[in-house]
C-alpha cells in the first residue's frame, strides 16, 4: 500500500512520531489498524522500551472537519498548482523533476497554518512570526538560497565555470531554468498574493470566538450532503470531543432513527434540545393555579407521538 510505504519513508527521514492524524479514508484506516497491530508485537514494544520510544497512536479527526481537513485539502490543491502551472509543456528528465518536487515542498512548507497566541495581544509591540509546516517538522524556519548559477536570473549570460563547456551548461539546465522562472513567476504573483488577501479580507479574523457548547444528553441535527433541512436526522449527543483550549469540536452521536453511533464535527452540528431546557420532574415549582394559562385546545395525535419519541429519545 501506498501509505505504508510512503509512511516508512518519512520514519526513516524524521524518525516515528508519537502521534498521527488523518482523515477517515478506508486506506489510511486500515494502513493505521495494520502498523498499530505490528508495533504491539513483543520483540517491537521490548526494541521501543529500551530506546524510550514512545507508543504510536493513530487518530481519525471526525467527519465534517472544516480546519484540519480544509487545511490538507488546500495544501494538496497548492501542490498541484504550483508543479503543474510549473513544468506547463515542458519535459524534465527525472532528476530535474525531483528537484522540482523539493522546491515545491519548500514552498508550500512556508504557508502559515496558523498564528501564535501572542498575535491576538494587541498591546504588544513585538508581532511574533506564524506558525507554518517547516516550524512543526524542524523546529525552525530553514534558510534556502540558489546555489546554481545557471538558474539565478539576474546572473550574467558570458559566466561559466571553468573546464565547463557554455553549451553543456545550458543545455543541462535549459529545461531546469524554465520551469524554476515559471516556479518563481506563480508564487510572486499568486501564491503569496492569495495569502495576503486571506489574511486581510474578513475583519477580526483571528479574535477568538465564544460559542454555545453541547454536552451529552443534548438532541440535535446532523446535516448530511445532499440532504433538505427539513429531512437532517435527529440524534442523542453520547460523548463530546474537546481541544487543549477547552472549545467543543466534535461528538460522538446516536442516531435516532437507525440507532447508528456516528462522529461529527461540531459545524454540521445543529443544537435542538438541550437537557437544562427541560424541568425535573421532582422539582417544586411554587406557582398559584390561577396563573397558570389552561389550554382548552385538543392535541393533535401527531403532537401526542412526537412527545413520546423525544421522551423516550432523551430517556434512552
Known sequence: MEFLRDFQIHCSQFGIPEYCISDLGSQLVSASNIIIDYI???ETHSY??????????????????SQLGSM????????KRLIYGAIGRNVLEYH??????????????????????ALRDQ?????????????????YDLISINIIPELHGGRDPDWIPENYSQSKFKQDYSQLQKVRNNLVKLYQEEFIANLIHQAVDVPDRYKPVTHNKISPGDIVLIKENFTKPND??????????????????????LKGKTQELVKRHSSVIIPLLTRKDEIPNDSKVDVQESQVPKDTRVKRQATIDSSERTKKILEA
Open 40 to 42: 504491539k508485537d513483543h
Open 48 to 65: 521501543s522500551e529500551r530506546n524510550g520510544i514512545q507508543s504510536l497512536k493513530f487518530d481519525q479527526f471526525v467527519k465534517g472537519h
Open 123 to 139: 498591546i504588544g509591540e513585538d508581532i511574533p512570526e506564524p506558525i507554518t509546516p517547516e516550524n512543526l517538522i524542524h523546529g
Open 232 to 253: 437532517y436526522p435527529m440524534g442523542v449527543v453520547k460523548e463530546i470531543i474537546t481541544n487543549t483550549l477547552g472549545e467543543v469540536t466534535g461528538a460522538t452521536i
Open 72 to 79: 490538507v485539502e488546500v495544501c494538496i490543491k497548492l501542490v
Open 96 to 117: 530535474d523533476f525531483e528537484y522540482l518536487i523539493q522546491q515545491v515542498i519548500h514552498l508550500v512548507n512556508r504557508r502559515p497554518i496558523a498564528f501564535k497566541e
